[in-house]
């Protein structure tokens, strides 16, 4: 079984910084993609960003001011935040991704952390 934890959350005031982490567990060594997602109140998730193994990609509303980055392992996956606006807040989700013959693709999700950007 396969868990993704997330940790790093909580209240910032606008301009301030965050580091959210991700840590896995489980029968996975390593995973194909991994990113973060969030979902504010009353919307739809969105992408924030995604890492490989050699590329990042991120939202156009995040670009300049998050970076996603992937420990030695690949097991840990981290958001940093900075320059942070009262849109940012949501529940990010931390997300991981397996690809397998024949499978296909297999998603794993975490639990959700709060970021609240409020004066």
């Known amino acids: 079984q396969v868990q993704l934890v997330e940790s790093g959350g909580g209240l910032v005031q606008p301009g301030g910084s965050l580091r959210l982490s991700c840590a896995t567990s489980?029968?996975?060594?390593?995973?194909?993609?991994m990113g973060w997602y969030r979902q504010a109140p009353g919307k739809q998730r969105e992408l924030v960003g995604i890492?490989?193994?050699?590329?990042?990609n991120y939202a156009d509303s995040v670009k300049g001011r998050f970076t996603i980055s992937r420990d030695g392992t690949k097991n840990t996956v981290f958001l940093q935040m900075n320059s942070l606006k009262p849109e940012d807040t949501a529940v990010y989700y931390c997300?991981?991704?397996?690809?397998?013959?024949?499978?296909?693709?297999?998603?794993?999700w975490g639990q959700g952390t709060q970021v609240t950007v409020s004066s």
């Open positions: 997300n991981a991704v397996k690809f397998r013959v024949p499978t296909g693709r297999r998603d794993y």
């Open positions: 489980g029968s996975i060594v390593s995973f194909d993609v």
């Open positions: 890492i490989t193994s050699g590329t990042t």
